[in-house]
């Protein structure tokens, strides 16, 4: 294994027989992980921060930085499990018809790069060998830890993967597993191909490809195809393009334009891509590109609204109620776990924001202890920001919530 400054180690490749005929004899799923079960991705994703019964007794200044721990609190439920069942499928399912040693591999370079020469930029990936690649999307609430739990399973593969020899015959191959792009923040299209460029520079240590976006008359249209080219040639994996909510409409040539660019990058790069975004993205989803990604995949998309009040919220919130640093401890009641959720409206980021505010004041204040009414009163004096938001989703009506 070697390594450069951008990007760390990079795993060399380690083969391992398959159970399944169509993944057998493929070098780019041969190295990836064994495919996990649900006992082995809880005990990969979880997190569970330092603690113990002696701090409670700390000088309250010292417990103050002792809560912040609960910001690294991590405890995986079903959805997680969804999302990472769904990753594992479309990175095996996406590298079954892109096998380097299939002849069919080094005829697709070809003709894409020959595409691109003629200057023919509107290829769909249909035309090449059958893909066999899909994808999904999440939409979903600000704050309920989209991002967290996609980086945290990506986290799980190696980004790059070194290949040199496979079954005793020279294989010298640089397998990138995935690639995670964020959303220029009110930027175009464009600006986000570039990234694409860039960051496979970066993390090949390579200056090779930023040129792709430079020039004045380089297009959406005309760095597709080279995204495609590039992303064959080092046996990308999956792209991941989060915060698509970011996408400026004007910016892009409107609404429509940006939906097109979306379909023809899944039609065109012949990888699974996930696009995560917050409801506010729906707008640019709707119609057409949901078509669109319902043919190109079978993973469906993935709603993640706020959290009901159900065995996953028990899970959550039980887990948490742990980690306690005032000296009086406190049991989680019925009554506490119902206004925890009333005061955050299961979403994940203010339910344990307001759990370590609660412990902050009851230690400032000397109580040392905590109850429903104290959970109220934080609530009321630390969260007037997003009081209207809590407020919408406490109505249940469609239209307060879309404000949001």
Not at 60 to 74: A, D, G, M
Not at 155 to 181: A, C, G, S, T
Not at 293 to 319: F, K, P, T
């Amino acid at each position: 294994m070697s390594k450069n400054p951008n990007t760390g180690v990079i795993v060399e490749a380690r083969y391992s027989k398959q159970q399944l005929k169509e993944y057998s004899g493929n070098p780019l799923i041969e190295a990836l992980p064994p495919i996990w079960s649900f006992e082995q991705v809880e005990e990969l994703l979880h997190f569970y921060p330092e603690h113990t019964n002696e701090e409670r007794n700390y000088e309250p200044h010292i417990r103050f930085h002792c809560v912040q721990r609960l910001f690294s609190y991590f405890q995986p439920w079903s959805t997680h499990f969804d999302i990472e069942q769904r990753i594992s499928r479309v990175i095996r399912q996406g590298y079954i018809t892109r096998n380097p040693l299939n002849p069919n591999y080094a005829g697709d370079l070809q003709r894409i790069y020959q595409m691109i020469k003629d200057g023919n930029y509107e290829f769909k990936n249909s035309e090449l060998s059958k893909p066999s690649a899909s994808g999904f999307t999440i939409i979903g609430f600000s704050g309920m830890g989209k991002s967290t739990a996609v980086e945290s399973i990506l986290n799980r593969y190696p980004q790059i993967i070194f290949h040199e020899e496979y079954n005793n015959f020279d294989f010298d191959h640089n397998q990138l597993v995935w690639l995670k792009l964020d959303c220029p923040h009110d930027g175009g299209v464009k600006g986000l191909c570039a990234n694409f460029f860039m960051e496979f520079d970066r993390l090949l240590a390579d200056k090779t490809y930023s040129k792709f976006a430079a020039g004045r008359n380089t297009t959406t249209a005309t760095m597709i195809p080279r995204m495609a080219q590039i992303a064959r040639r080092h046996s990308l994996g999956l792209l991941v393009i989060d915060e698509i909510q970011h996408l400026s409409v004007a910016k892009s040539g409107g609404q429509e334009k940006m939906l097109n660019f979306f379909v023809n990058l899944v039609n065109t790069i012949g990888i699974p891509v996930i696009l995560i975004g917050t409801t506010k993205a729906m707008s640019i989803l709707q119609g057409e590109f949901r078509q669109a990604r319902r043919g190109s995949g079978h993973q469906g998309d993935l709603i993640w609204e706020n959290m009901e009040q159900d065995d996953d919220w028990d899970l959550l919130v039980e887990g948490m109620w742990s980690y306690q640093w005032i000296q009086n401890k406190c049991e989680l009641t019925k009554e506490i776990k119902d206004v925890m959720y009333e005061e955050s409206q299961g979403i994940v980021d203010i339910a344990v924001k307001l759990y370590a505010m609660v412990q902050m004041r009851a230690i400032a204040t000397g109580e040392e202890t905590i109850n429903s009414d104290l959970i109220k009163r934080v609530a009321k004096d630390n969260l007037k920001l997003v009081r209207p938001m809590l407020d919408a989703l406490k109505s249940g009506k469609k239209q307060e919530i879309s404000k949001y």
